[in-house]
């Protein structure tokens, strides 16, 4: 599984995009980008995945740069309820072991 | 619904006292897995289940027994619980159809308290 390194906490203001970056750059060509995000304690939620092209789904978007060494996740319209712990990891689409970092702690100021 | 069922939601228990919190999930999936979580340690995964009497060992194996003999079940058992596998743990499974990952739907977790 490709390492992942995000940072560990960012704020963004209520109604402004928020964009997570992580840095990815050990993935190899097969393995996938994944977005999750656990609110308090309760299980993670699956938010968007993506290879090689820009996705956008009813949750987010996710861009990925061109060498795949990085991408970024986008929160459009940031509300209160997207206060969460938001993790980035890359796997491939037959992977076993799916190993989680540590994650971005994403706090929501009113 | 979809989903994936844990129980108990909380346990405490005592050392030693052997114990099994369940998991079963309602879509059909092959993927299964077990996480314990630590504050300031992430999700780690103890154990997984490519399919029926599949598993093998995740990073954190040591103290714990899974079993998966039907499709829908993969409990995890402590045979001897020790104050240092107090946690939060999570269930999450996943379709592997067709050699592809689906995204993982986890459980809403077990806080164990192992005093």
């Known amino acids: 599984d490709a390492k992942t390194t995000q940072p560990p906490s960012m704020d963004c203001a209520e109604g402004r995009a928020a964009n997570l970056p992580c840095n990815h750059s050990?993935?190899?060509?097969?393995?996938?980008v994944y977005w999750y995000r656990q609110i308090h304690s309760q299980g993670p939620q699956y938010i968007i995945h993506?290879?090689?092209n820009n996705e956008t789904n009813e949750m987010a978007s996710l861009i990925i740069t061109e060498d795949r060494k990085s991408s970024t996740l986008i929160l459009p319209h940031a509300t209160l309820r997207d206060t969460a712990v938001y993790y980035c990891?890359?796997?491939?689409?037959?992977?076993?072991?799916?190993?989680f970092g540590s994650g971005t702690r994403l706090s929501i100021r009113p | 619904e979809a989903q994936v069922t844990q129980n108990p939601r909380y346990l405490i228990t005592v050392t030693g006292k052997k114990l099994t919190v369940t998991c079963s999930q309602n879509?059909?999936?092959?993927?299964m897995s077990w996480y314990r979580q630590d504050p300031g340690l992430g999700l780690r995964q103890i154990y997984y289940?490519?399919?029926?009497?599949?598993?093998d060992k995740g990073d954190v194996p040591e103290g714990y027994k899974v079993s998966r003999k039907e499709k829908r079940n993969f409990p995890l058992i402590l045979e001897s619980p020790s104050p240092n596998q107090t946690s939060l743990y999570f269930c999450?499974?996943?379709?592997?159809?067709?050699?592809?990952?689906?995204?993982?739907?986890f459980g809403s977790g077990t806080q164990l308290s192992v005093l």
């Open positions: 999450a499974s996943s379709s592997i159809a067709m050699g592809t990952h689906e995204k993982l739907f």
């Open positions: 050990t993935i190899s060509g097969n393995e996938y």
């Open positions: 993506g290879l090689k």
């Open positions: 990891i890359g796997y491939y689409s037959s992977a076993s072991k799916i190993i």
């Open positions: 879509m059909n999936h092959e993927y």
């Open positions: 289940s490519m399919n029926v009497e599949v598993t």
